[in-house]
């Protein structure tokens, strides 16, 4: 039986692929699978710089909007509502196209790893919030170095949520998330898959993170976030664990300026594309298309050519 086709499409925060994906997609007639740790959420549209639906110009997307921030999302449910998703992109004859910075959540679906629902533990999450926001990120990023050295030294420790998952996985499973990863490298993937990483000059990607961020706080995000904690959400659920959220509570609170928060922002969402570059450089089947050498404006059809040249178009 031949493999069915898969087309994903990631690369750091801020990059472009949103544009790109759109005009792909209708390019072959494929529908969108987000995925995205914060798209998913209703109510956070500015800080997620989610699509609007005028964006999406008639594409059907997945997974944006479908949870409330009350609710915890995680590599599990991103798995299950990928592949119903995808059931039916394929029963209607069209071709899925994933779309999104969280390599983990990719890796799920690209290599048919399959979690079960008690690896998520929201107590034991909520524990490690917790000992974060009253010891400091250092205090639990110290924690994951004990149990996964390798792991700890991949990511920030500012990255809180990253941490807490390892940890997490740790506690439920007793295995190393690094090892675990490496694991996942020898998977043979049931798809027949194109794996794009959308990536530019570092100077740039930073340039557009700081320009991005400028936008969302002049297209009202402190009105977002203040909105959200005046209906009850704070910095222990998943969902305002990113970035853009959990620091604009801390000015909201007196802790910093909104100056530092603004700066804070921006640094760290620089650290995040950084490791997601890191990530996907990693990743031992992918086609970087970098727009320094591409022009934008080829980008398509340099892509056309290497999805016909395995057959998947």
Excluded: C
């Amino acid at each position: 039986m031949s493999k069915k086709p898969l087309i994903i499409l990631t690369g750091p925060t801020a990059v472009g692929k949103t544009a790109l994906s759109i005009d792909l997609a209708k390019s072959i007639n494929g529908e969108i699978i987000s995925a995205d740790s914060m798209q998913v959420y209703r109510k956070m549209n500015i800080g997620t710089a989610k699509i609007t639906p005028e964006e999406m110009q008639g594409v059907k997307h997945y997974l944006i909007d479908v949870l409330d921030p009350f609710e915890a999302f995680n590599v599990f449910l991103f798995r299950k509502m990928a592949l119903e998703a995808m059931d039916g992109i394929y029963a209607a004859g069209h071709i899925p196209i994933i779309v999104g910075g969280t390599g983990f959540y990719i890796q799920s679906v690209l290599y048919d790893v399959d979690f079960t629902e008690d690896e998520v533990d929201s107590e034991y999450r909520n524990s490690l919030y917790k000992i974060a926001k009253d010891k400091g990120a250092e205090a639990l990023h110290k924690m994951l170095r004990a149990v996964d050295e390798k792991y700890a030294a991949s990511v920030h420790a500012n990255n809180v949520k990253r941490v807490a998952r390892a940890l997490e996985y740790y506690h439920q499973t007793g295995e190393k998330l690094s090892e675990h990863n490496e694991e996942m490298h020898e998977h043979e993937s049931p798809y027949n898959f194109e794996y794009f990483v959308l990536t530019d000059d570092r100077a740039t990607i930073y340039e557009r993170i700081d320009k991005r961020v400028d936008i969302m706080i002049k297209d009202g995000l402190l009105d977002e976030v203040k909105a959200l904690m005046d209906e009850g959400y704070d910095e222990s659920l998943v969902s305002m664990q990113g970035l853009g959220y959990k620091e604009l509570i801390r000015y909201y609170r007196g802790e910093i300026s909104l100056d530092e928060a603004v700066y804070i922002i921006k640094r760290d969402t620089r650290h995040f594309a950084k490791r997601q570059l890191t990530w996907f450089k990693r990743e031992k089947v992918t086609d970087f298309l970098d727009v320094s050498v591409i022009p934008r404006d080829s980008l398509l059809d340099v892509m056309m050519g290497m999805l016909k040249e395995k057959g998947i178009i």
